[in-house]
Protein backbone atom coordinates (compact mmCIF):
# COMPACT_ATOMS: atom_id res chain seq x y z
CA UNK A 1 0.00 0.00 0.00
CA UNK A 2 0.95 3.55 -0.63
CA UNK A 3 1.36 6.34 2.12
CA UNK A 4 1.05 9.82 1.10
CA UNK A 5 1.95 12.65 3.43
CA UNK A 6 0.26 16.26 2.80
CA UNK A 7 0.99 19.43 4.19
CA UNK A 8 1.04 23.23 3.36
CA UNK A 9 -2.46 23.55 3.72
CA UNK A 10 -4.45 26.43 6.06
CA UNK A 11 -6.26 29.86 5.89
CA UNK A 12 -5.37 32.78 3.87
CA UNK A 13 -6.49 36.00 2.38
CA UNK A 14 -7.57 37.00 -0.76
CA UNK A 15 -4.74 37.32 -3.17
CA UNK A 16 -2.32 35.38 -1.17
CA UNK A 17 -0.30 32.27 -1.72
CA UNK A 18 0.15 28.66 -0.26
CA UNK A 19 2.17 26.25 -1.00
CA UNK A 20 0.98 22.26 -0.77
CA UNK A 21 3.30 19.50 -0.85
CA UNK A 22 2.87 15.36 -1.09
CA UNK A 23 5.23 13.02 -0.27
CA UNK A 24 4.71 8.84 -1.26
CA UNK A 25 6.02 6.27 0.49
CA UNK A 26 5.32 2.45 0.49
CA UNK A 27 4.89 -0.26 -1.77
CA UNK A 28 5.17 1.85 -5.31
CA UNK A 29 6.78 0.18 -8.55
CA UNK A 30 5.84 3.49 -10.61
CA UNK A 31 3.94 6.60 -10.12
CA UNK A 32 2.43 7.48 -13.32
CA UNK A 33 0.99 10.94 -12.18
CA UNK A 34 0.82 13.04 -9.19
CA UNK A 35 -1.32 16.05 -8.19
CA UNK A 36 -4.14 17.08 -6.32
CA UNK A 37 -7.96 16.88 -6.19
CA UNK A 38 -10.10 19.65 -3.94
CA UNK A 39 -13.33 19.08 -2.45
CA UNK A 40 -15.51 21.94 -1.35
CA UNK A 41 -18.26 21.97 1.08
CA UNK A 42 -21.47 20.66 -1.01
CA UNK A 43 -19.23 19.52 -4.07
CA UNK A 44 -18.07 16.88 -5.57
CA UNK A 45 -14.35 16.07 -5.85
CA UNK A 46 -12.67 17.50 -8.54
CA UNK A 47 -9.32 17.83 -10.25
CA UNK A 48 -6.69 20.58 -9.45
CA UNK A 49 -4.16 20.14 -10.95
CA UNK A 50 -2.14 16.97 -12.21
CA UNK A 51 1.82 16.06 -13.17
CA UNK A 52 2.40 12.88 -15.53
CA UNK A 53 6.29 11.40 -14.96
CA UNK A 54 7.19 13.09 -18.21
CA UNK A 55 5.92 16.35 -16.44
CA UNK A 56 2.94 16.72 -18.80
CA UNK A 57 0.92 19.09 -16.42
CA UNK A 58 -3.01 19.15 -16.90
CA UNK A 59 -4.83 21.76 -14.43
CA UNK A 60 -8.13 23.14 -13.94
CA UNK A 61 -9.98 25.77 -15.99
CA UNK A 62 -10.27 27.81 -12.84
CA UNK A 63 -7.04 27.49 -11.69
CA UNK A 64 -4.88 28.19 -14.69
CA UNK A 65 -2.48 30.76 -14.53
CA UNK A 66 -2.47 31.05 -10.65
CA UNK A 67 -1.57 27.53 -9.62
CA UNK A 68 1.42 25.84 -10.62
CA UNK A 69 2.40 21.74 -10.34
CA UNK A 70 6.05 20.45 -10.14
CA UNK A 71 7.16 17.23 -9.11
CA UNK A 72 10.07 15.19 -8.04
CA UNK A 73 10.74 11.81 -9.59
CA UNK A 74 12.97 10.62 -7.49
CA UNK A 75 11.84 11.54 -4.48
CA UNK A 76 7.82 11.06 -5.32
CA UNK A 77 6.78 14.04 -3.80
CA UNK A 78 4.81 16.51 -5.48
CA UNK A 79 3.96 20.30 -5.00
CA UNK A 80 1.52 22.79 -5.70
CA UNK A 81 2.51 26.74 -5.42
CA UNK A 82 -1.46 28.19 -5.55
CA UNK A 83 -0.93 32.30 -5.92
CA UNK A 84 -3.76 34.44 -6.18
CA UNK A 85 -6.10 32.84 -4.08
CA UNK A 86 -9.50 33.57 -3.86
CA UNK A 87 -12.65 32.21 -1.92
CA UNK A 88 -13.95 29.63 -4.51
CA UNK A 89 -10.30 28.10 -3.89
CA UNK A 90 -11.84 27.25 -0.56
CA UNK A 91 -11.60 23.28 -0.29
CA UNK A 92 -10.48 20.03 1.21
CA UNK A 93 -7.42 19.91 -1.49
CA UNK A 94 -6.39 15.66 -1.58
CA UNK A 95 -2.94 14.64 -2.92
CA UNK A 96 -3.50 12.04 -5.68
CA UNK A 97 -1.12 8.97 -7.27
CA UNK A 98 -1.88 7.00 -9.97
CA UNK A 99 1.01 4.44 -9.10
CA UNK A 100 1.75 0.62 -9.68
CA UNK A 101 2.11 -1.24 -6.94
CA UNK A 102 4.16 -3.79 -8.27
CA UNK A 103 5.48 -4.33 -11.92
CA UNK A 104 3.09 -7.27 -12.72
CA UNK A 105 0.13 -4.66 -11.27
CA UNK A 106 -2.05 -2.40 -13.53
CA UNK A 107 -2.10 1.66 -12.33
CA UNK A 108 -4.21 2.57 -9.76
CA UNK A 109 -5.66 5.76 -8.25
CA UNK A 110 -5.03 6.14 -4.68
CA UNK A 111 -6.02 9.59 -2.89
CA UNK A 112 -4.44 11.25 0.98
CA UNK A 113 -6.56 11.91 3.76
CA UNK A 114 -7.10 15.58 2.60
CA UNK A 115 -5.65 19.08 3.81
CA UNK A 116 -8.04 22.15 4.37
CA UNK A 117 -7.46 25.13 2.27
CA UNK A 118 -9.57 28.34 3.29
CA UNK A 119 -9.43 31.81 1.42
CA UNK A 120 -11.21 33.85 3.59
CA UNK A 121 -11.14 37.25 4.54
Known amino acids: QVQLVESGGGLVQPGESLRLSCAASGMIYRIDAMGWYRQAPGKQRDMAAI???????HYAESVKGRFTISRDNAENTASLQMNSLKPEDTAVYYC???????????????WGQGTQVTVSS
Open 96 to 110: YVYYMRHYYTGPAPY
Open 51 to 57: ITSDGTT
